[in-house]
């Protein structure tokens, strides 16, 4: 069964910036190019993951949060498999676990990939 694979996080700085990445990795249900993907997270004490950005199966749609609207960016190459998350003018309230995944799941949920933004 297909299980994503975040990375790309760490410990920034407030106003840094960091770049996640996500593959796949297993047999998917169907192709990567074909779905709606999504980034999640999840901050220290929720009960669950908050969508935070989507993107259409050909990258041309995009949607944000309201709370990363503006300093996030959503990517994907269909060609090597990977969906990106550019994230700039990082805030302390953005720390959270970050997950990807269908913008309606799709794969088995991942570890995720945590990020810390911290003077």
Do not use: H
């Amino acid at each position: 069964q297909a299980q994503a694979e975040e990375s790309g996080g760490g410990l920034a700085q407030p106003g840094g910036s960091l770049r996640l990445s996500c593959s796949v990795s297993g047999r998917a249900p169907s192709p990567f190019s074909a779905n709606r993907l999504a980034w999640y997270r999840q901050s220290a004490g929720s009960l669950s993951r908050g969508l935070i950005a989507n993107i259409s199966p050909d990258g041309t749609t995009l949607w944000y949060a309201d709370n990363v609207k503006g300093r996030f960016t959503i990517s994907r190459d269909n060609i090597k498999e990977v969906l990106y998350l550019q994230m700039n003018a990082l805030k302390p309230e953005d720390t959270a676990v970050y997950y990807c995944n269908g913008d309606v799941p799709i794969w088995q949920w991942g570890q995720g990939t945590q990020v810390t933004v911290d003077s």
